[in-house]
DNA sequence: GCGCAAATGCTACTATGTTGCAAAACCATC
DNA sequence: GATGGTTTTGCAACATAGTAGCATTTGCGC
């Protein structure tokens, strides 16, 4: 924690600025704030929703920020790694990626079979009566409701 | 239904003999029993947990089974779109099916973290304590409970 | 058996993700 | 604010999983 103080402290002396949510949380798991990092973790915070890596690359582009298509990988990846966003693997072949605004990603999500929309929904979490066959070993759940989002269920 | 049954005499008639489970399963759904169809559920229905499509393809050419991997493909999409098999994509990039043994796919699954391992918990069904956002209309919950199999457990 | 719709086999193609390695960027230290 | 070691990036080639079009074969109602 005071090694990752130290890593901020560097880069935000020469700027003479604070340090945006994005780069906070990069430092804090000790990894180093670069211009990819930054930029996707602003995008993963600012949607609403799960986003693919094509989702995310387009975000990028429309801001301009210049990025390897294996650099997004190997930076959505490294989010994962270190608990700040998470994967999800959905029906279609593409993984979508997010983080939980709060804390750690310990919630379910809605899968939406419409658009494919996936949203984060804080602060529910299953109460699973889990009557597991002997000899499994839990570790976490992990819960998907499956339906119609607000904008696809109206045109029923 | 009663065209499912007459679909089934017709082979069978020439064969002499009952249907297997398979076919049965096949026909009723309406579809052709093929040699490809019978074959991948007969190992999906002997398999105790979901399986890749290589996985298939393997079983398939272990009984000399000649086919070819777009078929399967299809065979396996076809399965999962009448609602015989289900399809699970998991954090590997293979998607796995099954069937469940005793009726509809209503039940949760166990994703072993360690060995990839799928399998179906038939009888668990999560008592989800929904609290969804307005606008949110819910199908169908999925659940997946991640942790060790009993045979990775042991070596802990 | 006959004929037609359904299913298959082939080939080529797309989409998504990975590997290895040299160049560039970051940042702790001076 | 320069320096140097380490992390991160860019590039090119490769790998894997799945899809599309179309001619051929097969299942099955008759
Ligand atoms: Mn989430
Ligand atoms: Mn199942
Ligand atoms: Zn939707
Ligand atoms: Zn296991």
New interface residues.
């Given amino acids: 924690m005071l090694q990752n103080h130290l890593q901020l402290t560097c880069k935000l002396m020469s700027d003479h600025r604070q340090p945006t949510p994005a780069e906070s949380l990069i430092a804090a798991q000790g990894g180093r704030i670069t211009r990819t990092r930054v930029a996707v973790l602003d995008v993963l915070l600012a949607a609403d929703q799960s986003l693919t890596h094509d989702e995310i690359a387009a975000a990028l582009a429309a801001q301009g920020i210049k990025h390897d298509r294996v650099t997004l990988y190997r930076t959505l990846d490294w989010l994962v790694d270190v608990g700040v966003a998470h994967?999800m693997?959905?029906?279609d072949r593409a993984r979508r990626f997010g983080v939980a605004a709060s804390g750690p990603h310990e919630h379910a999500h809605?899968h939406c079979?419409r658009c494919g929309k996936v949203v984060c929904?804080e602060?529910?979490q299953?109460?699973?009566?889990?009557?597991?066959?002997?000899?499994?070993?839990?570790?976490?759940?992990?819960?998907?409701?499956?339906?119609?989002?607000?904008s696809c269920?109206k045109d029923v």
């Avoid at 299953?126 to 607000?150: F, S």
């Fill in positions: 994967k693997a959905g029906d809605f079979d929904l602060g529910l299953p109460a699973v009566a889990v009557n597991l066959p002997g000899g499994y070993q839990l570790d976490r759940a992990e819960l998907v409701l499956h339906g119609a989002c607000p269920g």
